[in-house]
């Protein structure tokens, strides 16, 4: 067999199996299954981050008022402070021991 009469027959394979896939899609409408599903599954996604959006803005507004009702920034903040003084008052004293 000769490429020319191999590459021919290759060639005609491709194009069998082409017209069958064309038929198999027709009769079982595969790409309009395909269409829908990834319709659905764009709505599901749309969805889904819908869901997690309302989560997310409702743990926002329930730490806000946790927030306000204890003060907790506040009290952080007022950690942090005593916690940096504390700090620099240790810093002095080590650098004075080390001096003397």
């Known amino acids: 067999m000769s490429n020319s009469e191999f590459g021919k027959r290759l060639q005609d394979w491709q194009d069998k199996a082409r017209k069958k896939a064309e038929e198999v899609n027709q009769r079982y409408d595969i790409k309009g299954k395909v269409d829908e599903s990834l319709k659905a599954a764009g ?47 240790a810093a002095t004293t080590a650098q004075e021991t080390i001096k003397n």
Do not use: H, L, M
């Open 43 to 89: 709505e599901v996604s749309r969805k889904v981050a819908d869901v997690v959006s309302t989560g997310i803005n409702a743990a926002k507004e329930q730490a806000e008022k946790i927030d306000s009702e204890n003060d907790v920034s506040g009290k952080v903040k007022q950690a942090t402070n005593t916690a940096q003084d504390s700090f620099k008052q």
